[in-house]
């Protein structure tokens, strides 16, 4: 028997800015999905938020992109987005570009990452969820899961892990993927998913059986709608133990708060900050971006869980050291390399400002360029 975890995830209102949302959106969501459970159509289901984005964490036994389970988290954003809609909260139904609910929320708004599994004897999972930044933010950390024996000390002692995995490599622009081998294609990789604004880390397999190990959702927000709607904050699924990464494996590359983009209107880089869910809400400068670590056990498609597994002193430095680059990022202001490139700009005035500057410049020589200037400024 087949179990699928599902993780769909919405922004649709927060609670004084892009904050965190209300308490009553929680509930409202999580009435939608204890209804659905009444009614066997999902297994269990968890509800929680990362900053301002709801997350809604189900089992079931229907599939990955299932209109009834997809239906369902729409429904529950929807209610959630009443709630938001009745207290005026900022930003109410953000996420959902659409009016209408069509069979699959792809596309439409919400996040997805699902992974369908066979049950192994422990089910060890976790699941990552993030703010203020893009799916492209789990590449490097995949990567070093995965991919590098000196984060992951399996891929060399582990005679399950030790052919190394397969890694479907996702082009946002152009809407198709690649797989590819590690450790024997890896340096392509890193080619292609250190511009994880275009290539993104989708899923990884085992090589020896093919078995899928972990999902990363990949929905990016600005291109599906064509205009800027807030960050694609994103989650991952990432299967633990047996012949796949330890749990400690899987958490170490988090203990670097690389830069990645999507803080402050979705137009800047900062460190990633590892926290416990208790600090899963964004205020310095609407950041920095975080991400919280559920750890569960999964039993015949329940959820045994969740542990916070970033509440843990281990990663007490990693948070200085994010507050270090933060505070030394945030000190450049509007230049780059904190604001993003011209080509990721979203919220921005760029392309109005440059159209208004348009018959301003000069392109001439030094010396009559000189000249102009002190006629204009004589005026
Ligand atoms: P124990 O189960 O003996 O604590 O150690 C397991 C282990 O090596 C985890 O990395
Ligand atoms: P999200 O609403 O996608 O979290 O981001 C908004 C933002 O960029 C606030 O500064
Ligand atoms: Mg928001
Ligand atoms: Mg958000
Ligand atoms: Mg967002």
Same mark, same amino acid.
């Given at each position: ?10 922004? @649709?209102g927060?609670?004084?800015?892009h904050?965190?949302?209300?308490p009553d959106?929680?509930a409202?969501a ?9 009614k066997?159509?999902i297994i269990?289901?968890? @509800?929680?938020?990362?900053g301002?984005?709801i997350?809604?964490i189900?089992?079931h036994?229907k599939?990955?992109?299932?209109p009834?389970i997809?239906?369902l988290?729409?429904e529950a954003f929807?209610?959630a ?5 009745e207290?005026?909260l900022? %930003?109410?139904g953000?996420?959902l ?8 929320v792809?596309?439409?708004?919400p996040?997805?990452a ?6 192994r004897?422990a089910e060890p999972?976790?699941t990552f969820h993030a ?6 933010a789990?590449?490097m950390p995949?990567?070093?899961?995965? %991919?590098?024996?000196?984060?992951t000390a ?6 399950k892990?030790?052919?190394?995995f397969?890694f479907e490599?996702?082009?946002v622009?152009?809407? $198709? ?5 590690t450790?024997?294609e ?9 511009t994880?604004g ?6 990884v397999?085992?090589?020896s059986?093919?078995?899928l ?6 929905e990016r927000?600005?291109?599906t %709608?064509g205009?800027?709607?807030?960050k694609?904050?994103?989650?991952a699924?990432?299967?633990a133990?047996h012949?796949?990464?330890a749990?400690?494996?899987i958490l ?10 999507g ?6 880089h900062g460190?990633?900050?590892p926290?416990?869910m208790?600090?899963a809400k964004?205020t310095?400068?609407d950041?920095?971006? $975080?991400?919280?670590?559920l750890?569960w ?5 329940r959820?045994i869980g969740p542990v ?5 002193v281990?990663f007490?430095?990693?948070?200085r050291l994010?507050?270090?680059? %933060?505070?030394?990022m945030r000190?450049h202001?509007?230049?780059m390399?904190h ?9 921005t005035t760029?392309?109005?400002?440059l159209?208004?500057?348009?018959d301003?410049? @000069?392109?001439?020589e030094?010396a009559?360029?000189?000249k102009?200037?002190?006629d204009?400024?004589?005026h």
């Amino acid at each position: 028997e087949k179990i699928t975890l599902s993780i769909i995830k919405a922004d @649709v209102g927060s609670i004084a800015g892009h904050h965190m949302p209300h308490p009553d959106q929680l509930a409202a969501a999580t009435k939608i999905l204890a209804e659905a459970k009444q009614k066997d159509i999902i297994i269990d289901f968890y @509800v929680t938020h990362v900053g301002d984005d709801i997350q809604l964490i189900m089992t079931h036994r229907k599939g990955v992109d299932h209109p009834d389970i997809h239906g369902l988290a729409w429904e529950a954003f929807k209610s959630a987005t009443k709630v938001a809609r009745e207290l005026k909260l900022y %930003a109410a139904g953000q996420d959902l570009l659409s009016e209408a609910f069509s069979g699959n929320v792809r596309g439409m708004g919400p996040g997805v990452a699902e992974l369908e599994m066979e049950e192994r004897e422990a089910e060890p999972v976790i699941t990552f969820h993030a703010d203020k930044t893009e799916p492209g933010a789990f590449n490097m950390p995949i990567y070093r899961i995965f %991919a590098d024996p000196f984060n992951t000390a399996g891929l060399v002692i582990d005679p399950k892990m030790h052919d190394g995995f397969i890694f479907e490599v996702y082009d946002v622009f152009e809407g $198709r993927s690649v797989l590819m081998k590690t450790p024997e294609e890896s340096y392509d990789v890193l080619a292609l998913i250190g511009t994880p604004g275009r290539y993104i880390v989708r899923r990884v397999y085992r090589k020896s059986d093919n078995l899928l190990a972990a999902v990363v959702s990949v929905e990016r927000l600005n291109l599906t %709608a064509g205009r800027y709607v807030g960050k694609d904050d994103p989650v991952a699924i990432v299967r633990a133990q047996h012949g796949l990464p330890a749990v400690g494996e899987i958490l170490e590359p988090f203990s670097f708060p690389h830069l990645v983009a999507g803080w402050m209107r979705g137009s800047h880089h900062g460190p990633l900050m590892p926290v416990p869910m208790r600090y899963a809400k964004v205020t310095r400068f609407d950041g920095p971006p $975080r991400i919280i670590a559920l750890g569960w056990n999964i039993s015949r498609g329940r959820l045994i869980g969740p542990v916070d597994l970033f509440d843990d002193v281990a990663f007490d430095e990693t948070r200085r050291l994010a507050e270090t680059i %933060a505070e030394y990022m945030r000190r450049h202001g509007p230049f780059m390399p904190h604001r993003l490139g011209p080509e990721e700009m979203e919220y921005t005035t760029l392309p109005s400002v440059l159209e208004k500057l348009k018959d301003r410049f @000069v392109k001439t020589e030094e010396a009559k360029v000189v000249k102009k200037h002190s006629d204009l400024l004589s005026h």
